[in-house]
């Protein structure tokens, strides 16, 4: 079973900077193009980071550009979001989610549960 | 960047009834066209890509439909478990992959 599980999620200071993880498992993450997504409270879906298998290939939108780095470790499973330079805009759950081994049908096939950052002082 | 619009915002059904659900591009995505389902306190689970293909475990009384720049998510007969709010989003020209705004699917 494909199982992701974000992880380090919590109230940090504007300014200030968090790192999250993500789990993988049920899956051969080394194959497997990474994503983090985010959704702030009431809102919709917004596409924030993209890394491919062997991390050769990054894309960043705009709205992090600069302030985010996506990074993975495929013998740990796992792929990470830096955040720094935290906005009171960036409060939002967080989630990484899977592209699938197809390069022609990079849809969201599987998603974790989410991870919540607030940015408040 | 790829503009995604959905329709309506909100959709108001009773269940066993039919729900039809609209999401348009702002250029054409081919049918690379996928719809998302999200509950309350949940994350979106995947329920079609290439416009029509349902993925694994969805069932049959979800269908999508179109192509180009004019996409429809039909509910043939809703059940209670169906109330949620659907996401449709290209893949056809990214990054960046752009979502619609959503439709909430609610009881009436």
């Known amino acids: 079973e494909v199982q992701l599980v974000e992880s380090g999620g919590g109230l940090v200071q504007p300014g200030g900077s968090l790192r999250l993880s993500c789990a993988a498992s049920g899956f051969t993450f080394n194959r497997h193009s990474m994503n983090w997504l985010r959704q702030a409270p009431g809102k919709g879906l917004e596409w924030l980071s993209y890394i491919n298998d062997n991390s050769g290939t990054i894309y960043y939108a705009d709205s992090v550009k600069g302030r985010f780095t996506i990074s993975r470790d495929n013998a740990k499973n796992s792929l990470f979001l830096q955040m720094n330079s935290l906005r009171d805009e960036d409060t939002a759950m967080y989630y990484c989610?899977?592209?699938?081994?197809?390069?022609?049908?990079?849809?969201?096939?599987?998603w974790g549960q989410g991870a919540l950052v607030t940015v408040s002082s | 960047e790829i503009v995604m619009t959905q329709s309506p915002a909100t959709l108001s059904v009773s269940p066993g009834e039919r729900a039809t659900l609209s999401c348009r591009a702002s250029?054409?995505?081919?049918?690379?066209l996928a719809w998302y389902q999200q509950k309350p306190g949940q994350a979106p689970r995947l329920l079609m890509y290439?416009?029509?293909t349902r993925a694994t475990g969805v069932p049959a009384r979800f269908s999508g439909s179109g192509s180009g720049t004019e996409f429809t998510l039909t509910i043939s007969s809703l059940q209670s478990e169906d109330f949620a709010v659907y996401y449709c989003q290209q893949y056809n020209n990214w990054p960046p992959w752009t979502f619609g705004q959503g439709t909430k699917v609610e009881i009436k």
């Open positions: 290439g416009a029509s």
């Open positions: 989610a899977r592209l699938p081994l197809s390069y022609f049908d990079p849809f969201f096939d599987y």
């Open positions: 250029q054409s995505v081919s049918s690379k």
